[in-house]
């Protein structure tokens, strides 16, 4: 299972950095995203990586303000958040992949942490 963490509260412009920890070597091929869920709203995707690290893709909400990368010696994948605004306070999920590809949608996923709250206030 994946375990997220590293949510808070913060000020409006303030920055955080959540952290998916990936137990063991089960995900190392596997594409590893964050998605957040707002008050009375469906989860949405975030951001991806590629297993190799390489690839990258975020949702037009976030560009040039986040940043994912991954430590697959550390079984880590991490969500640095920076400028963030009180849009962007939700409960935020990662997520592995079913191949080795992710994608924006759910259901190309099947390994979900337990989801770790952002609160940004203005």
């Known amino acids: 299972q994946l375990q997220a963490s590293g949510g808070g509260l913060v000020q409006a412009g303030g920055s955080l950095r959540l952290s998916c920890a990936a137990p063991?070597?089960?995900?190392?091929?596997?594409?590893i995203s964050w998605f957040r869920q707002a008050p009375g709203k469906e989860r949405a995707f975030v951001a991806s990586?590629?297993?190799?690290?390489?690839?990258?893709d975020y949702a037009d909400s976030i560009k040039g303000r986040f940043t994912i990368s991954r430590d697959n010696a550390k079984n880590m994948v991490y969500l640095q958040m920076n400028s963030l605004k009180p849009e962007d306070t939700a409960v935020y999920y990662c997520?592995?992949?079913?191949?080795?590809?992710?994608?924006?949608?759910?259901?190309?996923?099947?390994?979900w942490g337990q989801g770790t709250l952002v609160t940004v206030s203005s």
């Open positions: 997520a592995a992949s079913r191949g080795s590809v992710g994608g924006t949608y759910l259901t190309q996923y099947n390994n």
């Open positions: 063991g070597r089960r995900f190392l091929n596997n594409a």
């Open positions: 990586i590629s297993w190799s690290g390489v690839t990258t």
